[in-house]
């Protein structure tokens, strides 16, 4: 584990931050430069004592009464974060999904640039998608060693997900964000992270009047 | 509110269920028929504790000692997460993403079918994708309403995304599920949840050694 985990955190809080950079750099958009642990409460439904208390963790962000200075809050966010600075990242799986996240424009200026796209099929291998060549997976652990590229986003069939997720691994992948809908055992040192709409839509239909 | 979420079950909980159920579900692919806590908690790095305890608060599922059947288990969550039924979902947004949502197999047997793809492009209206011919954001309203749709996944830009949402309200919209990075105000009764994959990736990234 990095040092930085050893601050002993709560991963929770951890998991909130990237949701408070997305806000105030919402509100830098609008042309804001002060805000509160009220109006950020507001937008991400979030109570502002919660906000306060995340933030009290990485020391005095704002004085009572004046509010949050934007710009600087974004910086530190950042730093925490270690997203100021630019993280290559790979993409395996060249179907549907993994040429909507190739496309997708949401990663560079927030810390991410999609670095290659990798498939196992002949069919896709060599193809043109976006500003990437599909490459083959056998050749993921050469060019991810080569490069040192630390994370990598999963975009093929569950039943493979495991498979390529070792690769990764042993490749030195120190970060996966899976879209296959399967949990994946990773080593202490790894984080992973998963995305399944499905998961959001069955917790959001407890709620609904069937 | 609904009566169910009246059982106070915190939400924290809630949204576990549906991981259990995926779980559950790979190990009925896997031909087994029983599981116990510890089982499911290696699989998805929950401690055994917690998946008892989360289970408790919907009656008693397994006996000490015996484990979990399975096949009961699964009927149970389903029944409690109320897909045990079919719910039609809108689409809106005929980008990449939208694009790939619509293509994506994972819903059908999980309690969902995508049942209409919008777009607000006239170069995009009309287009047949996959099984779908994109239909314009001006007729949404109109066709959830009388299909009685009660789930939108929004795959739009970001500054588009209240807009929408809110005509998805004002259509009889009771659960959203937005892909755009930006939070959404909807009222009380209107359930939402995030997907962007740049949150996941910046709550690993502090992890990592940069």
């Not at 709560?10 to 509160?36: C, F, H, M, N, W």
């Not at 395996?92 to 810390?111: E, K, M, P, T, V």
């Not at 399967?182 to 959001?204: R, S």
Request: hydrophobic content about 40%.
């Amino acid at each position: 584990m990095s040092v930085r985990s050893q601050a002993e955190i709560p991963d929770i809080v951890i998991g909130r931050l990237p949701l408070y950079l997305r806000a105030l750099r919402r509100l830098q958009q609008e042309e804001k430069s002060v805000t509160s642990s009220h109006e950020l409460g507001r937008r991400l439904d979030i109570s502002s004592a919660q906000i306060r208390k995340d933030l009290s963790h990485f020391g005095g962000f704002g004085k009572q009464g004046t509010g949050y200075q934007i710009e600087f809050l974004i910086d530190k966010l950042q730093d925490v974060l270690q997203v100021n600075q630019e993280w290559l990242v790979a993409v395996i799986g060249a179907g549907n999904l993994g040429i909507a996240i190739s496309h997708y424009r949401g990663f560079q200026d927030r810390g991410f640039r999609i670095a290659h796209l990798f498939d196992i099929s002949p069919k896709k291998i060599g193809q043109r998608i976006g500003e990437f060549v599909v490459q083959p997976v056998s050749s993921m652990r050469e060019i991810i060693c080569a490069e040192g590229i630390k994370i990598a986003m999963l975009a093929v069939p569950a039943e493979d997900a495991q498979t390529v997720a070792d690769q990764l691994i042993e490749a030195g992948v120190r970060a996966i964000l899976n879209y296959a809908p399967i949990n994946i055992n990773v080593p202490e040192d790894v984080q992973i992270q998963y995305i399944d709409p499905v998961t959001h839509l069955q917790h959001m239909t407890f709620y609904l009047d069937a």
